[in-house]
């Protein structure tokens, strides 16, 4: 395949105008919900102020080189995760459809928590909730009745999902830049004013000191539980959207020439930065709350669903401008769900354009049409809210973990590829990876992942998830991780419509202090 076809293939593909849109991108993918209503509690839980060390050394020694590894794979490849992990070996295709399954799994329930948090926007404005917020939640607003599988539908949910997926299909159809690009531009910058608004509101509150002083107030002896480093790499993994295809497809649209490295510092610190930001607005808020009804706060204190939904709702209530905070609350998790959702869909779509030699346009609706129509059958009903939160937990643990793991595994050891990789982010860099980049990648992560993996699978097969009945936890637990799988490698056996597809792309000459390199 000559440079010339490969060029217009590329610009076929789309591409971000700048880095700095794709960073903007990239953060917007990496702050999402995870960062609101999971890091606050997961930090208090775990050590409080003493848990930012922990922290600290699994974003540098996991989080950051994951993400450049992401990074070198989509870059170099200049193509979606199949595409990328396909011209690395052939054999390692599947591993990229794996991802894709995920992402694809993702999509159809995280839009549903958009469109809860859509409703919420509004019913902050008059307190819908009343004196009950999770009554409110569970029974007027969701109709929820007991775990099992309902087909009533809520014209509640099905409405704001509908806007939601609708809003989705045009940014997707628009393009990389016209779409993607230009969303992130104008809603990461709102996301970070309207949370930093939020922040600076609840530390004006009635008891944010006490709030503070339990989420900080450091735990030393926490350092020497396992269950806390493991807590930490989980966090870092969940909340840097590495390892399940997003970052390689990103990376895929960048420049030639951009330095990825520096790109990867960026991204990494603002993710981790926004989460210490939620961190404070929510255990300010929750200090408060805890004041208000004279009670400790760790009797306040939650995550999840229960925290935006339940917890806020009742801040909101017993706030000074309690309207103001939950416009901004939940406004602020729209945002962050939004740019998410459009990056883990973006994973789908590159891949169906690349394998079935698609147009964009043919691609997103492809996409999006069908992930739209499976999103308001299971979502929108009155057993909506339990489904979610089973795949949520098992695609997770045992989707994004294990496909990392196995990742890391087959390009360290059996491809051996990352050499290659380190060279080719070299290339343009500010940051050079060396063996330390090699030997984390290689041994130090995927070990933290494995013992991460085990012990949630000792812990869910000790205890069923929240109790829920076994044949739930069997088809949308452990059966949703189970089928990402088996469509990972199935789509892998399927052909490449353009039969040179697997060409690696001529890399440019590019002169640097050390020669010149391709």
Same mark, same amino acid.
């Given at each position: 395949?000559?440079?010339?076809?490969?060029?217009?293939?590329?610009?076929?593909?789309?591409?971000?105008?700048?880095?700095?849109? #794709?960073?903007?991108?990239?953060?917007?993918?990496?702050?999402?919900?995870?960062?609101?209503?999971?890091?606050?509690?997961?930090?208090?839980?775990? $050590?409080?102020?003493?848990?930012?060390?922990?922290?600290?050394?699994?974003?540098?020694? &996991?989080?950051? /080189?994951?993400?450049?590894?992401?990074? &070198?794979?989509?870059?170099?490849?200049?193509?979606?995760?199949?595409?990328?992990?396909?011209?690395?070996?052939?054999?390692?295709?599947? @591993?990229?459809?794996?991802?894709?399954?995920?992402?694809?799994?993702?999509?159809?329930?995280?839009?549903?928590?958009?469109?809860?948090?859509?409703?919420?926007?509004?019913?902050?404005?008059?307190?819908?909730?009343?004196?009950?917020? *999770?009554?409110?939640?569970?029974?007027?607003?969701?109709?929820?009745?007991?775990?099992?599988?309902? !087909?009533?539908?809520?014209?509640?949910?099905?409405?704001?999902?509908?806007?939601?997926?609708?809003?989705?299909?045009?940014?997707?159809?628009?393009?990389?830049?016209?779409?993607?690009?230009?969303?992130?531009?104008?809603?990461? /910058?709102? @996301?970070?004013?309207?949370?930093?608004?939020?922040?600076?509101?609840? +530390?004006?509150?009635?008891?944010?000191?006490?709030?503070?002083?339990?989420?900080?107030?450091?735990?030393?002896?926490?350092?020497?539980?396992?269950?806390?480093?493991?807590?930490?790499?989980?966090?870092?993994?969940?909340?840097?959207?590495? $390892?399940? $295809?997003?970052?390689?497809?990103?990376?895929?649209?960048?420049?030639?020439?951009?330095?990825?490295?520096?790109?990867?510092?960026?991204?990494?610190? !603002?993710?981790?930065?926004?989460?210490?930001?939620?961190?404070?607005?929510? #255990?300010?808020?929750?200090?408060?709350?805890?004041? &208000?009804?004279?009670?400790?706060?760790?009797?306040?204190?939650?995550?999840?669903?229960? @925290?935006?939904?339940?917890?806020?709702?009742?801040?909101?209530?017993?706030?000074?401008?309690?309207?103001?905070?939950?416009?901004?609350? #939940?406004?602020?998790?729209?945002?962050?769900?939004?740019?998410?959702?459009?990056?883990? +869909?973006?994973?789908?779509?590159?891949?169906?354009?690349?394998?079935?030699?698609?147009?964009?346009?043919? &691609?997103?609706?492809?996409?999006?049409?069908?992930?739209?129509?499976?999103?308001?059958?299971?979502?929108?009903?009155?057993?909506?809210?339990?489904?979610?939160?089973?795949?949520?937990? #098992?695609?997770?643990?045992?989707?994004?973990?294990?496909?990392?793991?196995?990742?890391?595994?087959?390009? !360290?050891?059996?491809?051996?590829?990352?050499?290659?990789?380190? $060279?080719?982010?070299?290339?343009?860099?500010?940051?050079?990876?060396?063996?330390?980049?090699?030997?984390?990648?290689?041994?130090?992560?995927?070990?933290?992942?494995?013992?991460? +993996?085990?012990? *949630?699978?000792?812990?869910?097969?000790?205890?069923?998830?929240?109790?829920?009945?076994?044949?739930? @936890?069997?088809?949308?637990?452990?059966?949703?991780?189970?089928?990402?799988?088996?469509?990972?490698?199935?789509?892998?056996?399927?052909?490449?419509?353009? /039969?040179?597809?697997?060409?690696?792309?001529?890399?440019?000459?590019?002169?640097?202090?050390?020669?010149?390199?391709?």
């Amino acid at each position: 395949m000559s440079t010339t076809v490969h060029e217009e293939a590329e610009a076929k593909r789309g591409a971000f105008s700048s880095r700095k849109v #794709f960073m903007l991108a990239a953060i917007g993918s990496a702050v999402g919900l995870g960062n609101i209503w999971r890091f606050p509690y997961v930090a208090y839980e775990n $050590g409080g102020g003493s848990f930012l060390v922990p922290y600290l050394i699994a974003l540098l020694a &996991a989080g950051i /080189p994951f993400l450049l590894l992401d990074y &070198a794979l989509g870059h170099r490849n200049r193509g979606s995760a199949p595409l990328s992990f396909a011209r690395l070996s052939k054999g390692a295709e599947g @591993l990229g459809w794996w991802q894709v399954g995920i992402c694809f799994m993702i999509a159809v329930y995280y839009a549903a928590v958009i469109a809860w948090a859509l409703r919420y926007t509004f019913f902050s404005l008059n307190e819908a909730w009343g004196d009950d917020p *999770e009554g409110f939640l569970f029974g007027e607003f969701l109709q929820a009745g007991e775990p099992g599988v309902d !087909a009533t539908v809520v014209m509640g949910v099905l409405i704001p999902l509908a806007l939601v997926w609708l809003a989705v299909l045009v940014v997707m159809v628009l393009g990389v830049q016209k779409g993607i690009g230009a969303t992130n531009v104008v809603f990461i /910058p709102v @996301l970070f004013l309207a949370f930093a608004a939020l922040v600076v509101r609840s +530390l004006f509150l009635p008891g944010a000191g006490e709030g503070l002083d339990a989420l900080f107030t450091p735990n030393w002896s926490a350092l020497t539980d396992a269950g806390v480093w493991a807590a930490a790499f989980g966090q870092i993994f969940f909340s840097l959207s590495v $390892g399940f $295809g997003i970052m390689i497809t990103y990376a895929s649209y960048v420049g030639r020439k951009t330095d990825m490295t520096g790109s990867g510092l960026v991204v990494g610190f !603002a993710n981790s930065g926004f989460e210490l930001l939620a961190g404070i607005g929510v #255990f300010a808020a929750l200090g408060f709350m805890a004041q &208000a009804n004279n009670v400790a706060v760790d009797e306040v204190a939650a995550e999840g669903l229960g @925290l935006a939904f339940v917890a806020f709702p009742a801040i909101i209530s017993e706030a000074p401008a309690g309207a103001l905070i939950g416009v901004l609350f #939940f406004g602020s998790l729209v945002f962050a769900g939004l740019t998410s959702l459009i990056s883990v +869909l973006e994973v789908v779509v590159s891949a169906v354009r690349d394998k079935f030699d698609m147009t964009r346009r043919g &691609a997103a609706l492809a996409v999006t049409i069908p992930s739209a129509i499976l999103s308001l059958m299971f979502f929108s009903t009155t057993s909506g809210v339990y489904v979610l939160d089973i795949v949520d937990h #098992f695609i997770n643990r045992f989707g994004i973990l294990l496909v990392a793991v196995v990742s890391m595994v087959v390009i !360290a050891w059996v491809v051996r590829a990352l050499p290659t990789l380190a $060279g080719h982010m070299d290339r343009t860099g500010s940051i050079p990876l060396g063996k330390w980049w090699i030997a984390l990648i290689s041994v130090v992560t995927p070990i933290a992942l494995v013992y991460i +993996l085990v012990r *949630e699978l000792i812990d869910n097969i000790k205890t069923p998830y929240e109790g829920y009945p076994t044949w739930m @936890l069997l088809t949308f637990g452990w059966g949703a991780a189970a089928a990402v799988i088996v469509f990972g490698f199935l789509a892998a056996r399927s052909r490449w419509r353009d /039969p040179d597809a697997l060409t690696l792309p001529q890399q440019d000459t590019i002169t640097t202090t050390k020669g010149t390199v391709r």
